[in-house]
T-cell receptor, first 112, second 109 residues
Framework: NAGVTQTPKFQVLKTGQSMTLQCAQD?????MSWYRQDPGMGLRLIHY???????DQGEVPNGYNVSRSTTEDFPLRLLSAAPSQTSVYFC???????????FGSGTRLTVV | KNEVEQSPQNLTAQEGEFITINCSYS?????LHWLQQHPGGGIVSLFM?????KKHGRLIATINIQEKHSSLHITASHPRDSAVYIC???????????WGAGTKLIIKP
């Protein structure tokens, strides 16, 4: 039981490049979400999904796309990377309302 | 005004001390979460509370819904407890969380 797996762990992008951060969970959790964590700030929600085929925007969705074609996977796409997207990104999942969260180990992204 | 306030922001204590971290919030909630972020960056969910008190090992979490306040206690603290402790609240019927800024705890041997 791997929990929540995020790849890659580290990434450096040039401004304007696109890439996909991968998130997969093997716990059959219905809820998945992406957060970014910047120094001195709390985690901020980017996008979330309450089930396959359902996604919604969080607090800071601009510049990011998501899809949820399966229960297991919830990739986060950066369309055209900007230095302001330099951050640590966390994927989290939970079984449903009333349950705690399981976090991935994070992806440290630097945009130069 | 932040909707979730944690105190203190930073806390340094000696091994063995009893630790209390506080979380106050200003919105109606369905649940409150306590999480731990290790120095290496990983985040672990410690507790989810909607009322009363929960205990896991040396960790105790309490919540007072009327006063909109929660506390996380660590008994017999140990250097391995050094981490950032984060409080987050879930609003009614909503998966989304409002996050506190975290409390950085350092336990010295």
């Amino acid at each position: 039981n791997a929990g929540v797996t995020q790849t890659p762990k580290f990434q450096v992008l040039k401004t304007g490049q696109s890439m996909t951060l991968q998130c997969a969970q093997d716990m059959n959790h219905e809820y998945m979400s992406w957060y970014r964590q910047d120094p001195g700030m709390g985690l901020r929600l980017i996008h979330y999904s309450v089930g396959a085929g359902i996604t919604d925007q969080g607090e800071v969705p601009n510049g990011y796309n998501v899809s949820r074609s399966t229960t297991e996977d919830f990739p986060l796409r950066l369309l055209s990377a900007a230095p302001s997207q330099t951050s640590v990104y966390f994927c989290a999942s939970k079984r449903g309302l009333g349950y705690g969260y399981t976090f991935g180990s994070g992806t440290r992204l630097t945009v130069v | 005004k932040n909707e979730v306030e944690q105190s203190p922001q930073n806390l340094t204590a000696q091994e063995g001390e009893f630790i209390t971290i506080n979380c106050s919030y200003s919105v109606g909630i369905s649940a409150l979460h306590w999480l731990q972020q290790h120095p290496g960056g990983g985040i672990v969910s410690l507790f989810m509370l909607s009322s009363g008190k929960k205990k896991h090992g040396r960790l105790i979490a309490t919540i007072n819904i009327q006063e909109k306040h929660s506390s996380l206690h660590i008994t017999a603290s140990h250097p391995r407890d050094s981490a950032v402790y984060i409080c987050a609240v879930a609003m009614d019927s909503n998966y989304q969380l409002i996050w506190g800024a975290g409390t950085k705890l350092i336990i010295k041997p």
